[in-house]
């Protein structure tokens, strides 16, 4: 497999950017985290939230459908629904079920330390529940898929070839558990699972809704 090491490295400094602008777009909610109490603050911070959030993803939609048409030898893009991915998309709703029932069986067992960014995470519920709420079942979601599994692959492993697609299936899912959480493995390892859960739902559809459809799942279940 020939690689090419500049287009490379280029594709790696636009993925750097594009996580930059996301993490850049999530700091009205981090200001609102301050203040929960100011009403007016909350307001402002919520509009600026609001107009980050269209902005990207305008942004992520456009470059995405930009490279679809340029470069897409695994035929990304929308796919009809058929019987045979019904029933896989059954089979991936069975799977996270069963990795939800053994999210919560760890934790009640005290097994895995509680991760920092699930600390996080309920902090933030607790100060703004209803924001928080839409961020993490509607907004990240969508914004997160883009970007782990929709610019990822056509960055790095847009290929016909089944193999290249798998290895991207197992990187997405590691780069997503490391900007995560690293405070230890098996914190990094159930965000990884969840990763490559939806990296595997990507590049077997071949269509970001369902991976989409997923992550959605997942967030709502969670703040349940």
């Given at each position: ?204 559809t071949k269509d970001i809704r369902y991976n989409i459809g997923l992550h ?9």
């Open positions: 497999m020939h690689i090419k090491w500049q287009q490379l490295f280029l594709n790696l400094l636009k993925f750097i950017g594009m996580f930059l602008i996301y993490e850049i777009g999530t700091i009205p909610l981090q200001l609102a985290y301050m203040l929960p109490n100011n009403v007016v603050f909350i307001l402002i911070a919520f509009g600026m939230y609001l107009i980050t959030m269209g902005f990207m993803l305008v942004l992520f939609i456009q470059i995405y459908r930009t490279q679809l048409s340029q470069h897409n030898p695994a035929h990304f893009g929308r796919q009809k629904l058929t019987n045979r991915l019904a029933v896989f998309m059954g089979v991936m709703v069975v799977l996270w079920l069963i990795f939800l029932a053994l999210q919560i069986w760890i934790s009640q067992h005290n097994l895995v330390p509680e991760s920092a960014n699930q600390k996080t995470v309920l902090a933030f519920v607790q100060a703004v529940p209803w924001w928080m709420g839409l961020d993490a079942v509607v907004f990240a979601p969508i914004i997160e898929e883009l970007l782990f599994r929709g610019l990822f692959f056509n960055w790095f492993f847009n290929s016909a070839d089944k193999r290249r697609q798998y290895l991207g299936v197992f990187i997405s899912g590691a780069v997503f558990a490391a900007v995560h959480d690293m405070s230890n493995f098996w914190s990094w390892l159930i965000y990884a699972v969840m990763g490559w859960l939806l990296a595997l739902t990507y590049a077997h959605m799942f997942n967030n709502l279940i969670s703040l349940i």
